[in-house]
């Protein structure tokens, strides 16, 4: 079977990056997360440390590199949090024209990084998964996600915050990537 035709029987969630660019799939709309977020990757200190959860296929690990004009970030570690996400990661480490991402499917709470995105698109409860990898931010830092458009998402949204006790102010860039700064705990 011809390539093309292979393609073309493929679903399209699952090309891989460069895939998507021979059919005019890339660069991904305007919501996805990286675009959104490297402005302000773009005000951190380097080397910026990026915790992706969640992964599938990739795209956001290869959206940053993508967009690292200044060379801001120094790692990116894309975690796979169910199994049936792992061969899109082996793909995704493929597509990353040479650049260093770390693979994995656990990271020690103890791990800072400075940006922490968690993928909506998950069998896990979101809640739980923003209250968990919320532990890996950096005070200063920004935990981000996407489909903030979606009712379940801003459901679990104000369950995290609120068990958190945040108290802090959502924002929202380019419509449906929502993030927060963590701040240092007072008293």
């Not at 993928?119 to 809640?127: G, H, M, R, W």
């Not at 104000?158 to 945040?166: D, I, P």
Request: proline share 4%.
């Amino acid at each position: 079977m011809n390539n093309d035709v292979g393609m073309m029987l493929k679903d399209p969630e699952l090309y891989t990056v460069k895939e998507k660019m021979t059919v005019q799939m890339w660069p991904p709309s305007i919501d996805n997360v990286a675009d959104s977020m490297m402005p302000y990757v773009n005000r951190m200190a380097a080397p910026v440390r990026i915790l992706i959860v969640g992964t599938f296929n990739g795209e956001a690990a290869y959206r940053f590199l993508e967009l690292d004009e200044k060379k801001k970030i120094g790692e990116i570690v894309s975690l796979s949090i169910t199994d049936d996400e792992i061969p899109f990661n082996i793909t995704a480490e493929r597509n990353l024209q040479g650049k260093d991402v770390v693979l994995g499917t656990s990271i020690p709470e103890t791990e800072l990084f400075d940006l922490v995105f968690v993928n909506s698109e998950t069998k896990i409860p979101l809640d739980s998964l923003y209250e968990k990898y919320y532990n890996n931010v950096k005070v200063g830092g920004i935990i981000c996600g996407n489909d903030h458009h979606k009712e379940k998402v801003r459901e679990y949204l104000a369950v995290f915050m609120r068990e958190k006790k945040l108290g802090l102010s959502l924002n929202i860039s380019n419509r449906t990537v929502w993030f927060l700064y963590k701040h240092a705990r007072r008293g």
